[in-house]
């Protein structure tokens, strides 16, 4: 079972059924509700980007969607937002800083996963293991300024 692990802050964090949605403080209360839902019900990252979209595209603020099924990590990261993903490979930072739209990335065999929303931590891995602050979570919504999953001792 991935357990996912969140490091209190301003941020909103959607977690839930091995997706991670990581939104700004202002996000409103009835966006984070249809993002809940479009999770729970199993939706794609496309739909779940599609829900940020509704405001229109010059109003989309920075997030984070993040897909940990099938042995992948999906990521769609816009804005300031970083989503650090250590692989068999090694490290990758996604971040969409320096862009006008996102970045979306599919990487295979990640051993763990961190959405940071401010500085980035000077951890050599990105899992939870180490952080003495993380507070477990498994279906939630909460507030974060770090999300951390571990996949190297489960198969996802």
């Known amino acids: 079972m991935i357990v996912p692990a969140y490091v209190p802050g301003e941020w909103i964090a959607v977690v839930t059924d091995g997706t991670l949605a990581v939104l700004p403080p202002e996000t409103a209360p009835a966006v984070v509700a249809e993002l809940w839902t479009a999770i729970r019900e199993g939706a794609s990252l496309t739909d779940h980007l599609q829900v940020l979209l509704r405001t229109g595209f010059t109003h989309v603020p920075p997030f984070a969607l993040v897909s940990l099924v ?11 937002v970083r ?46 293991a180490g952080y003495r602050d993380a507070l477990p979570v498994l279906a939630a919504v909460v507030r974060v300024s770090d999300v951390l999953v571990d996949l190297r001792s489960v198969a996802v």
Do not use: F, Y
């Not at 099938?70 to 300031?80: D, F, M, Y």
């Not at 969409?96 to 295979?108: K, N, Q, Y």
């Not at 763990?112 to 500085?119: K, Q």
């Open 83 to 128: 989503v650090e993903v250590v692989t068999t490979a090694g490290p990758r930072v996604l971040s969409g800083a320096h862009m006008s739209t996102w970045v979306e990335e599919v990487l295979a065999d990640a051993r763990s996963v961190a959405v940071r929303t401010g500085p980035s931590a000077d951890a050599p891995d990105a899992g939870a």
């Open 70 to 80: 099938g042995g992948e990590v999906h990521a769609i990261v816009r804005g300031q």
